[in-house]
C-alpha cells in the first residue's frame, strides 16, 4: 500500500488537456461517464487553463476537483480526437415474470416469499380447481393472502 502511494506521488499529473478517456477515467473520483462527458466538453469549450475550470463540466464538482489531489494538471498538450463512444449490446435478461398458470417448482419460487412446498401447493390448486384468471386468485390457496399477492407486485402474471 505505500510502495503504491509513494509510486502515485511520483507520477507526473495526468494533462486534462491532453488525456485520453481511459486516462480521465483512471483520475480519483472519475470513472468512464464522468471522463467521457469531460471529454466531450473539453472537445466543445477548448482547454483547460487551470483545474477549476473543470467546474463547468458536467458532473464534475469540487468534491471531484478536490479528489485529484495534485493527479491532474492544465497543461500545454492538445486533446487527442474524440472517439465515437462504443455502447455495448443491452444485456439480454431473464423475465422476473412468474407465470402462476405455466411455471413449475423453481419459476414459482422467484415471487418473494413463495417456498418449495407453497410452489407445490399453487401447482396442485391449479391442477385440481383449473388455472388461476388473476394473480390475486392465489389466496385461495391456504398461505397466501392479500400481502403475498401485494408482495409479487408485478413479477405474477397470468396471461
Known sequence: ????????????????????VDELAALPGMGTIKARALA???AENGRCTEVDDLLAA????????????GAATCGDGTPPPLEAAVHPPPPVRRSDRVD???DGLEGLQRL??????????????????GG???????????GIGPASIAAWGDRCTTP
Do not use: K, Q, S, Y
Not at 58 to 69: D, L, M, Q, Y
Not at 132 to 142: G, H, K, L, S
Open 1 to 20: 500500500m505505500i510502495g503504491w502511494l509513494v509510486m502515485a506521488a511520483l507520477a507526473d499529473p495526468v494533462d486534462l488537456n491532453a488525456a485520453t
Open 40 to 42: 466531450e466538453w473539453r
Open 58 to 69: 458536467p458532473g464534475i464538482g469540487p468534491a471531484t476537483v478536490r479528489g485529484f489531489n
Open 100 to 102: 402462476l398458470n405455466r
Open 112 to 129: 418473494p416469499g413463495v417456498t418449495e412446498a407453497r410452489a407445490r401447493d399453487i401447482i396442485d390448486d391449479r391442477e385440481r380447481n
Open 132 to 142: 388461476f384468471t388473476r394473480c390475486e386468485d392465489a389466496v385461495r390457496i391456504d
